[in-house]
């Protein structure tokens, strides 16, 4: 399919594990997003790449959290020493960038994270 | 306050009803106005948006928005089971920025 694919789509770990969490966006698709969903919190901006451009990582929530990515395509969310409070399902998002444009975001159908 | 407020619900509904599903937002450089549709563990997908106050038809749905009151709503025209999902209003300045979502609003339609 050409749409945003995510891996793993269900991921168990124990506290103190680190994870990876990766997406493969939509080809030609400038812009990738990554996006944290809990329950009864909404969708929770952690780190936006655009182009070749230096990331936003304002929305990443400590320093245990990071990504990467490679090639302007797949990228990598790693979270290290997983605590229970990072269980969510981790969304990933790509877009065409372009600052004409509406920022339609395509999603994919995200990684569930549970930290026991 | 924060950039984007929604009241998460939950909303149940008969089937046929008229839903009407709203958002308010801090941030008056806001462009563009789209609404989410979110079914169970899937990802969000785009059902429309309007640029600027206005109103926009989509066959059973209008998004409407009011610049000078930072208030948008979609409204929802004999509503089917099938609507039955979470609605989530963003606001983006533009096409490269990070849009902000609502809290959503899971709907559900009774049949």
């Known amino acids: 399919g050409a749409g945003v694919s995510q891996s793993p789509s269900n991921k168990v770990t124990e506290k103190g594990k680190d994870v990876e969490l990766r997406c493969d966006p939509i080809s030609g698709h400038t812009a990738l997003y990554w996006y944290r969903q809990s329950l009864g919190q909404g969708l929770e901006f952690l780190i936006y790449f655009q182009g070749n451009s230096a990331p936003d990582k304002s929305g990443l929530p400590s320093d245990r959290f990071s990504a990467e990515r490679t090639g302007g395509s797949v990228s990598t969310l790693t979270i290290q020493r997983t605590q229970q409070e990072d269980s969510a399902v981790y969304l990933c998002a790509s877009s065409l960038g372009l600052s004409k444009n509406t920022g339609e975001l395509f999603f994919g159908e995200g990684s569930r994270l549970t930290v026991l | 306050q924060k950039e984007v407020e929604q009241d998460p619900g939950p909303l149940s509904v008969p089937e046929g009803a008229i839903v009407s599903l709203n958002c308010t937002y801090s941030?008056?450089?806001?462009?563009?106005f789209m609404w989410y549709r979110q079914y169970s563990r899937k990802g969000p997908e785009l059902l429309m948006y309007t640029y600027s106050s206005g109103n926009k038809e989509d066959g059973r749905f209008t998004a409407q928005v009011d610049k000078s009151s930072k208030y948008i709503s979609l409204f929802i025209r004999d509503s089917q089971p099938s609507d039955s999902a979470t609605y989530l209003c963003?606001?983006?300045?533009?096409?490269?920025?990070?849009?902000?979502f609502g809290k959503g609003t899971r709907l559900s339609v009774i049949a």
């Open positions: 963003a606001p983006s300045l533009s096409g490269n920025t990070p849009l902000v």
């Open positions: 941030n008056s450089a806001f462009q563009y």
